[in-house]
């Protein structure tokens, strides 16, 4: 009688486990890589560079993307910054340049918009690393202010196609970045107060005032983006 009922259940352990092993679906539904570039206004203007990996999920269509671009722009104001960080003089004449560098990563979600092919909202962590580049031609004076901020980036992009493998692609998304220390020459202005060697009674609301650190950034692009 133990033998009857053993055998069965053996029969019915196999069959069960056959079954789902031909209807049960994959952990992975077939990923796909690509690459992408985009150019446009980033603060300034910005060329970012990024790979995505989609359909990695069988129960959820997310994509998931990590970028990093170049941006140039405004570098703040070079007679408050001279101020700020290094003295009171007034001689020369001012130059500026700034740029900084973004690493970022985002999750994005298909959504429907209108009858496009693909459209995807995104979201996710940002960081930049700023650097605004000030010189006094003709007073002696050469200096960098920069600083490092975490932040967070939503967006919307859309996609259309040109070959199977290939997408104009357009993106305008929000960019947020936090308060961070900003250092330059011997000084270091921290948003809690928390000044190294900081100048006379200039604080860290003077510093950001002074150079154009990413803050509230705004981005349109325009790009390509390449099926692998």
Known sequence: MLRKIFLIVSAFILISVNSLAQTAPPLAAN??????????????????????????SYDIPLSV????????????????????FINDNTNGDPAESAHSFDLRLDFAYPVKLFSIRKSLLYVGPRYSMHT??????????????????FGLGLGLETYFGISPNLSLVFSGGYDY???????????????????????????????????????????????????L
């Open 31 to 56: 990923p796909k890589y690509s690459l992408g570039i985009m150019t446009g206004y980033t603060g300034g203007f910005g060329i970012n560079l990024n790979g995505t990996i989609s359909e990695f």
């Open 177 to 227: 970045y936090f308060d961070a220390q900003i250092s330059g020459h011997d000084s270091a202005y921290n948003p809690d107060g928390t000044d190294v060697s900081g100048r006379e009674d200039y604080t860290y609301e003077d510093a950001d005032s002074a150079i154009n650190q990413p803050k509230h950034e705004f981005r349109f692009l325009v790009g390509l983006n390449f099926g």
């Open 65 to 84: 993307r990590f970028g990093a671009g170049y941006n140039i722009r405004e570098a703040g104001n070079p007679w408050d910054a001279r101020k700020v």
């Open 132 to 149: 605004s580049t000030f010189e006094f031609v003709g007073g002696n004076e050469f200096f960098d202010i920069s600083s490092s901020q």
